[in-house]
């Protein structure tokens, strides 16, 4: 069965900080995987998916199947970038396995 | 036009009690997706459909729970004889079709008490 863990619960820095949360993830196959985030009163919603390469307000994340992890990077914190993270684990049929989520808080 | 909705937003139903909860995709989308969020843990799957056809129902928790979405579009999650274990964000999320992104409601907070 596929698993996602992000083993912070909270993560807190300094404004302009590098920032990783981190990422495990256990599935047979080949993983699809996502970083959604939740700010505070919003809906959850699409921050990055793998496939697309992309980096999305600063934020990155690299699949490494040999370490099976998909970390999300960013390499200067701001405040807006407080919110719930949670990565997210795609299968064939569509549904989607999320980790716990990390509150990232960035102080001023 | 708006994203997808559920009602209604909070709902605190006696021990017991039946409750049905709603959520409108966004128009033309094919999938619809219901998640329950415990408090503190991230959300967890409950049941996939694409049209009005459920294709997968292995998450949902018992057969106090029921699903349906009948002309493919709206979708009503039922909860039957709740338990306090039933507390829970519930998470309606939809896509234009397989593989392509999620967008997720606002959610409903279910307290049962």
């Known amino acids: 069965a596929q698993r996602v863990t992000q083993p912070e619960k909270l993560l807190s820095v300094f404004k302009g900080a590098p920032v990783e949360l981190k990422c495990n993830y256990s599935?047979?196959?080949?993983?699809?995987l996502f970083w959604y985030v939740q700010y505070s009163r919003q809906r959850l919603q699409l921050l990055l998916r793998?496939?697309s390469r992309e980096s999305i307000k600063g934020f990155t994340a690299d699949l490494n199947k040999g370490e099976t992890s998909f970390h999300l990077k960013k390499p200067f914190a701001q405040e807006e970038d407080s919110a719930m993270y949670y990565c997210a684990v795609q299968n064939a049929g569509n549904m989607l396995t999320f980790g716990g989520g990390t509150r990232l808080m960035v102080k001023p | 036009g708006a994203g997808v909705s559920q009602s209604p937003r909070y709902k605190v139903a006696k021990r017991g009690q039946d409750v049905a909860l709603r959520c409108d995709p966004i128009?033309?989308?094919?999938?619809l997706f219901w998640y329950q969020q415990a408090l503190g843990q991230g959300p967890e799957f409950l049941t996939y459909f694409q049209n009005e056809a459920q294709l997968d129902k292995s998450g949902l928790p018992s057969d106090r729970f029921f699903a349906e979405r009948p002309e493919g579009s709206v979708s009503t999650l039922k909860i039957q004889r709740t338990q306090q274990e039933d507390s829970a964000v519930y998470l309606c999320?939809?896509?234009?079709?397989?593989?392509?992104?999620?967008?997720f409601g606002q959610g409903t907070r279910l307290t049962v008490v």
């Open positions: 599935y047979s196959g080949s993983p699809e």
């Open positions: 128009s033309g989308h094919v999938s």
């Open positions: 999320a939809s896509s234009q079709r397989q593989g392509l992104e999620a967008f």
């Open positions: 793998h496939i």
